[in-house]
């Protein structure tokens, strides 16, 4: 399901890749050796990937979602007014 977004798409686009970035920095610190089974580390580290790609792709979503309803909320709100 696409999402519009009434931003610059490359704004978008620096958004999840930056939250993607993140979301990798973070994953680092979390212990996943021990799930590893032996010779199977590219799979581990593909998983590794698209765990960040998810994870990062909902945040950034999710910020732009909430910039877009706390505009929406208070153009509605200085309409009222």
Request: charged share 10%; net charge positive; no cysteine.
């Amino acid at each position: 399901m696409a999402t519009f977004y009434p931003y610059n798409p490359w704004l978008v686009l620096l958004s999840h890749v930056f939250f993607i970035g993140l979301t990798f920095y973070a994953l680092q610190s979390v212990r996943y050796e021990q799930f590893i089974r032996k010779n199977k580390v590219f799979q581990a580290q593909l998983l590794f990937v698209l765990i960040s790609m998810a994870i990062g792709y909902t945040l950034s979503s999710f910020f732009l979602d909430l910039s877009i309803w706390s505009n929406t909320l208070l153009s509605t709100i200085s309409y009222i007014d």
